[in-house]
């Protein structure tokens, strides 16, 4: 089955500054990576995703990129805010009428003012 | 309504007891799930039902049994659990068979404790 890796755990940053979570996949069958956004105690909320025909996408401040000859792809967050502290999990998966999501583990983003 | 609703936020249940998370969407979604989250870890998929058929089931223990009466509503039945099961059950939905289908989108999830 698929496995996905992501890095790093944790990760503290400056209010202002860039954050990178990279996460790399097993199966190159996957064509569908989204990621998910975390608070304490909430639901997993999808802030971006990405299909395997496309090889980056952006959205305001967020931005991923895939790379499919190496099986990883990166989240990109500029200009980090404190609201942008949570858990993010990356995920693949093989879409077929349905998805079936496998997550990384997560990463701890926090982000000081 | 572009939410996936779950009843109910907090449970607590002995290991005799029979109790059941639901779970409702209205989106029109045909493809929905339920995961089990544990602290500091990723959601771990249990089930997945397509057309209102169970079509995944990914080991997941009798103790837990899935139902899916109608394309908006799944259910989930506990019985007999242990304590080890205490989590968050999340729910989510996607659609199937279009573009958007690959997107899920997750219910706020019943905190389950067994004791």
């Known amino acids: 089955g698929e496995n996905v890796e992501q890095h790093p755990s944790t990760l503290s940053v400056q209010e202002g500054d860039s954050a990178v979570i990279k996460c790399t996949y097993s199966d190159s069958a996957s064509n569908y990576f989204p990621w998910y956004k975390q608070e304490l105690g909430k639901r997993p909320q999808l802030i971006i995703d990405?299909?395997?025909?496309?090889g980056e996408k952006k959205d305001q401040r967020i931005a991923v990129t895939l790379n499919k000859t190496a099986k990883h792809f990166s989240l990109h967050i500029t200009e980090t805010q404190p609201e942008d502290s949570a858990v993010y999990f990356c995920?693949?998966?093989?879409?077929?009428?349905?998805?079936?999501?496998?997550f990384g583990k997560g990463t701890m983003l926090l982000v000081s003012p | 309504d572009t939410e996936v609703t779950q009843t109910p936020k907090h449970l607590v249940m002995g290991m005799t007891n029979k109790k059941s998370l639901k779970c409702e969407q209205h989106?029109?979604?045909?493809?929905m799930y339920w995961y089990k989250q544990k602290a500091k870890k990723p959601p771990e998929l249990m089930f997945v039902?397509?057309?209102?058929?169970?079509?995944i089931n990914e080991s997941v223990p009798s103790r837990f049994s899935p139902e899916c009466p109608n394309s908006s509503l799944l259910n989930l039945h506990l019985h007999a659990l242990q304590p080890e099961d205490s989590a968050l059950y999340l729910c989510?939905?996607?659609?199937?068979?279009?573009?958007?289908?690959?997107?899920?989108?997750f219910g706020p999830g019943t905190r389950l404790t067994v004791t």
């Open positions: 039902y397509s057309y209102e058929k169970l079509s």
């Open positions: 989510a939905s996607s659609q199937e068979g279009t573009v958007s289908s690959y997107e899920q989108y």
């Open positions: 990405i299909r395997s025909n496309v």
């Open positions: 989106m029109g979604h045909r493809a």
């Open positions: 995920a693949a998966s093989l879409n077929s009428g349905y998805s079936t999501l496998t």
